[in-house]
């Protein structure tokens, strides 16, 4: 069966400094693989999604960033975090027909 | 353009009782839709999908959704809450004319009370 894994599970980062969360996927092959945010009280907003090593599309213009650099890796980046970048990051992945995502546990990112 | 609208933000029941939480949608091509469910600290768990099979929709710990397509709807239910009901639900649409995106709605919350 499928499993997702996602780290780490919480962070506390200063302003300004890098970020770095990571995300795996077992038991599948050529996935799509997905960052999602969740701002307190707010919905899910999706940031990154890649459909191949080395695909990578940007949502929304933000100072991260995201890599693919194994077919069932995906990883969420930042040189400098910002305030307004504390939340739940959630990695996911689907089939290559888009439809239902599978996610994973979560990162609780809070900068101060 | 697609959309999802959750129209409760929070929900309120007594354990024992029926939940419903309603979502409506508009796509201009046929539709699959979800619901998920996420607990505190958590990442999302799909609770049941339609994809254009049968309209009423059963999916795992007692919950179930009818596709209605006359009135653009997906609303979700369960006769009994157990207090463990206690979480966020999402309504998700997916259609193939929405650049093969999902949207999300903005969630509800449910709360169970003895």
């Known amino acids: 069966s499928q499993t997702i894994h996602q780290w780490p599970a919480t962070l506390v980062q200063p302003v300004g400094s890098p970020l770095s969360l990571e995300c795996t996927v077992e038991?599948?092959?050529?996935?799509?693989l997905y960052w999602y945010r969740q701002a307190a009280g707010r919905g899910l907003q999706l940031l990154f999604y890649s459909v191949g090593i080395g695909q990578i599309s940007s949502e929304v213009p933000q100072n991260l960033s995201a890599s693919r650099p194994q077919d069932r890796q995906f990883i969420l980046s930042s040189k400098k975090l910002l305030l307004s970048d504390s939340g739940f990051y959630l990695c996911?992945?689907?089939?290559?027909?888009?439809?239902?995502?599978?996610f994973g546990e979560g990162s609780r990112l809070t900068v101060l | 353009a697609q959309s999802v609208t959750q129209l409760d933000s929070h929900v309120s029941v007594s354990e024992g009782t029926p939940v419903l939480l309603r979502c409506n949608y508009s796509?201009?091509?046929?539709?699959?839709l979800f619901w998920y469910v996420q607990h505190p600290n958590k990442g999302l768990q799909l609770l049941l999908k339609?994809?254009?099979?049968?309209?009423l929709v059963k999916g795992i710990n007692g919950f179930e959704a009818e596709f209605k397509k006359s009135e653009t709807s997906f609303h979700l239910t369960k006769p009994s809450a157990h207090m463990s009901d206690a979480a966020e639900y999402f309504c998700?649409?997916?259609?193939?004319?929405?650049?093969?995106?999902?949207?999300f709605g903005t969630g509800t919350q449910l709360k169970v009370e003895l």
């Open positions: 038991g599948t092959s050529n996935p799509n």
């Open positions: 996911a992945w689907s089939t290559r027909q888009y439809r239902e995502l599978f």
């Open positions: 796509s201009s091509y046929s539709p699959s």
């Open positions: 339609y994809t254009s099979a049968a309209t």
């Open positions: 998700v649409l997916f259609s193939t004319g929405g650049g093969n995106k999902l949207t």
